[in-house]
Each structure stands twice: as C-alpha cells, then as structure tokens.
C-alpha cells in the first residue's frame, strides 16, 4: 500500500445538465474510461493507490476497469442531487465530504484529488511532495479563482479541516444569505488556503503545471492545446520565480 492516494471525481450520467456542454452521456463516460485507464496504469507503477468516487448511480460502468487491481478502491457515492441548485462545485465537494471517511483519512499520509475526465500527461512532475507541507496547487492569476482545484492535494490533516467546513455553494447570478458561500471550488479553495497560510499552514505550489489530457465539461474542448503544453514546458524553469515574485509562495 501507498502511502499516498488519488481521488478521482466522477459523474457519468449528470442529472443536471445546466452547467456543462459537454453533455452526451455515451461521450462523457468514454471520457473517464479513456482517462481512468491511463491513471490506473500510472497507479500500478507503486507510488500511489486510486479511489475513484462516482455520484451519479453510474459506477457499474467502471467495474470492469478496476477488477482484481489490489491498489484500487471504486465507491459509489450517494445521487448528486446539488449541482441543480448549487452547480457542479457542490455536487464535487459533498462527494468528497460524504466518501472520504475516517478510515480512508488515517491510511494515507497525503491526498490528492483530480477531476476524473482528465489524465495528467506529467503526472510524475505534478504529484511530486518534497517536504513538510498542507497544500500543494497550482495558482493563477484570478481574483476568486487563484487556486486550481481540477488538481490538488493534502495533508490528511488539512483534509479533516477542509471537509469540516459547513457550507454551500452558489450558481452564477444565484446567491445564498451566508458567510460561507462559494462560487466554486477553486473560490473555497482559494479561500481555504489563505486562512490556512495565516494560521500558520503551510501551501506550496505543484512542482509541475499540470498538463490536462482530454476534454472540458464546462467548454466541450481540448483543456490543454499543442500551444499551450509547449508554453507550460517552456516556463518550467521559470517557476520558482514566477510563484516566489508575483504569486508569493514557493514551489
């Protein structure tokens, strides 16, 4: 067993269907197959274990994936009945709030989530840990969207604090009377992560930009173009700069 884990988020047959445009179920599910397959070949090179989460009665489709793979875990979470209301943020959070229980926290000594459509080409630059640290993520340049949360990972203590949180999220143009309401999950994690930093956590950024393989939900296209893959590999020695000046954390 590793001691580090990768949860991938899935919903295969969305129920609701609002805010995303990559809409065909058949399409979607050959998306997560395609990508899943790929993960669990990384998975089998020892470094990591896979949980893959699924929140739409659909996991059935995955089984024969994961048959027999000692070093893989596939849970079916209960119906997302959020994203209606809340958009796809919140049915992807209470997914990981609902599933990732005590047990699964105590085993692992970090965690990573990724969106589950998407294989990370650079996986083994991306998902490297050196040190002692909360939260590593990648970071932009957006107000309430500076943390990328289609890839990060925790501590399972940062984990216990971040599932704790009682909250809700918010459509575009919806609103909710609460102090903790979120656009998002790159909003809740940006938020997260700056009240870590001031209590005296720890964030750092990925040792690599993430190179995303396949399809947005939310666009229906190519999440990292040939141009754009080309232009993350030019910047790489580079980073450390870039977070340490403009962003102020280290890589």
Known sequence: MSNELIVLTCTLRPKSLVDIRRKDHEVRIKDYEIAIKKWIKFSE?????????????????????????????????????????EG????????????????????????????GRNFVRNAHDALKRTGCVDVLCDRTFLVRHACDSRMFG???????????????????NGGF????????????????????????????????????????GSTNKLIVTRRRRILLRLQKPFRPLIHKLLLGVSP
């Open 177 to 216: 009377a609460s102090s903790l309401t979120f656009d998002s999950m790159e909003h809740l994690l940006t938020f997260f992560v700056a009240n870590l930093e001031f209590s005296g956590g720890v964030q750092r950024a990925l040792a690599a930009s993430p190179i995303f393989e396949g399809f947005s």
């Open 154 to 172: 925790m501590s399972s203590t940062a984990w216990i604090e971040f599932l704790s949180l009682d909250l809700r999220f918010k459509k575009k």
């Open 45 to 85: 090179m020892g470094d990591f274990d896979l949980l893959i989460l699924e929140n739409s009665g659909s996991a059935y489709v995955l089984e024969d994936l994961v048959l027999s793979k000692t070093n893989i875990t596939l849970i079916q979470s209960e119906d997302d009945l959020r994203s209606s209301n």
């Open 88 to 115: 796809i943020s919140g049915g992807e959070f209470y997914m990981l709030k609902s599933c990732l229980n005590q047990e699964i926290l105590d085993k692992y000594a970090f965690i990573w989530k990724v969106s």
